[in-house]
């Protein structure tokens, strides 16, 4: 679906660009965002090496573990269905610590694994569990302590006060996170009422 939006967002492009008489706007554009993009990415990779360097150090100084313990009673309301030693919950907080530090990238291969994990433990391999869509809900909207992707972009840009977005990253965060899970409890309460009448 993503393809097809982009497909046919580009199409529009050339044919609007055409018709205006100017094909070769097109090539530039694609250009230019073709060295941003490469600009951006460079200046990004020093400040990605930086902070999964960092949660590769706490991971080895135990500081996830102590994380895990610190979170426990929230996992084992979240995921009711997941016991506490099993890997997929290491992989959720992984991809939890990640998203609070807005490492999207590094919190990506957390949530595969996590997920890999989570659908070892469903009963119907062929539907996603109550805890995959938690998972899903919680990866999605994660509250975001510290921006640090966002506030590279910026740096990047040349922005004279990068970090500005903190504490509005922090506000949006929290309320859409609290209204993804209480959505994903809204429903699965739903889900349980109706299989319960049947």
Known sequence: MINLIWLVMILAGIILAGFKGQPEIV?????????????????????????????KV???????????????????????????????MGFILM???ANILGLGNAATPFGLKAMQELQS?????????????????????????????????????????????VSTTLFATIIGMSAALLADYLMRSYNRRKIFHC
């Open 27 to 55: 090539t530039q554009a694609a250009f230019q965002a073709a060295q941003t993009a490469v600009k951006y990415a460079f200046e990004l990779i020093g400040i990605m090496s930086l902070w999964l360097g960092l949660m």
């Open 58 to 88: 706490a991971e080895e100084a135990g500081l996830i573990k102590a994380f895990a313990q610190l979170l426990r009673p929230l996992t084992k309301f979240l995921f009711p269905s997941v016991p506490q030693d099993h890997p997929a």
């Open 95 to 97: 991809n939890f610590s």
């Open 121 to 165: 433990l469903n009963p119907r391999k062929d539907m996603a569990s109550e805890a995959m869509c938690t998972f899903l809900a919680m990866n999605t909207s994660c509250i975001t302590l510290l921006p640090a992707t966002v506030i590279g972009i910026r740096i990047a840009a040349g922005s004279t006060n990068p970090t500005e977005i």
